[in-house]
């Protein structure tokens, strides 16, 4: 004959599954944030251009940390035609920044626990670009920015790479998916997808490779790209703290044109994410 366990036991039991339940997928709804916040297939990842081919220094890149994310920015004087035409509307333009990340969540704002956890399969992606009229040191902060010396076949390189994860339409012009969330942001429809192990920090070591520069592309969090960029040879220092290379401008993104009479554009101080 079997005895029942009391009742009381039976409740206990349960209410420690819920509970434990309910710590699981908090604990899983949260790492999935922190993936998706640091921001698939997207273009196949170049190799790393042999330092040969790379040639001699002729300009930089910057790598930018904004808490789980990084993006790459790239001078207005170093774009080739097909990326200089996405500075339009923006006067004053100086640097550009681009960063990758999971559709629904960048774009649409979309932070239910059902969107995160769709996004560990491959979804759609976005690439958010930023103009800033100020160097990337005086918007984001030196320590969170990392110089980055590359050659003409670094530079061509990179190029090609941003352009291929950018999508177009059938007139080859880039997909525009709308305004970004603060002034001197906007989004664009990315090729390829996002997923759990292919984040915006893989997309970055991507296009740091694709510049000629010894970047191990298997990453998945800011902290790994930044490492490694900061042990590159590659790496330049930064100005002292303080220092400004324009400082006639305050640490600032580029907002669009209005119509009206012709002034230099408005300035909004770079907000944190």
């Known amino acids: 004959m079997r005895t029942r366990a009391p009742s009381g036991s039976r409740e206990s039991a349960t209410q420690s599954c819920a509970a434990s339940g309910r710590i699981l997928a908090a604990a899983l709804c949260t790492a999935i944030g922190g993936l998706l916040a640091a921001c698939a297939d997207t273009p196949p990842m ?12 002729m300009t930089t890149i910057d790598l930018v940390q904004r808490d789980w994310h990084t993006d790459i920015c790239v001078s207005s004087e170093d774009m080739d035609a097909s990326l200089a035409v996405l500075t339009e509307g923006f006067d004053g333009a100086r640097f550009l920044c681009f960063g990758f990340g999971e559709r629904q969540y960048v774009v649409e704002r979309r932070h239910d626990p059902l969107t995160m956890l769709s ?72 090729t390829g997808t996002y997923d759990a192990f292919h984040t915006c920090n893989t997309w970055t070591a991507r296009g740091l490779r694709s510049a000629g520069l010894p970047i191990d592309d298997a990453v998945l969090f800011a ?37 009206g009479p012709s002034k230099a554009p408005d300035c909004t101080p770079e907000p944190a994410l």
């Open 46 to 57: 170049p190799p790393a251009i042999p330092t040969a081919a790379n040639g001699p220094a």
């Open 119 to 190: 996004a560990l399969l491959p979804s759609q992606a976005a690439l958010l670009m930023t103009v800033l009229r100020a160097s990337p040191e005086e918007a984001f902060g030196t320590p969170d920015v990392v110089h980055l010396a590359i050659g003409a076949a670094g530079r061509d390189g990179l190029q090609s790479y941003l352009r291929a994860s950018l999508r177009t339409d059938t007139a080859g012009h880039p997909v525009r998916l709308g305004a970004g969330p603060y002034p001197g942001r906007v989004f664009y429809a990315a």
């Open 223 to 259: 902290g790994a790209v930044m490492r490694q960029a900061r042990h590159s040879s590659a790496a330049l220092p930064l100005a002292p703290s303080g220092a400004s290379s324009v400082p006639h401008l305050k640490p600032c993104v580029c907002t669009a044109k209005t119509p």
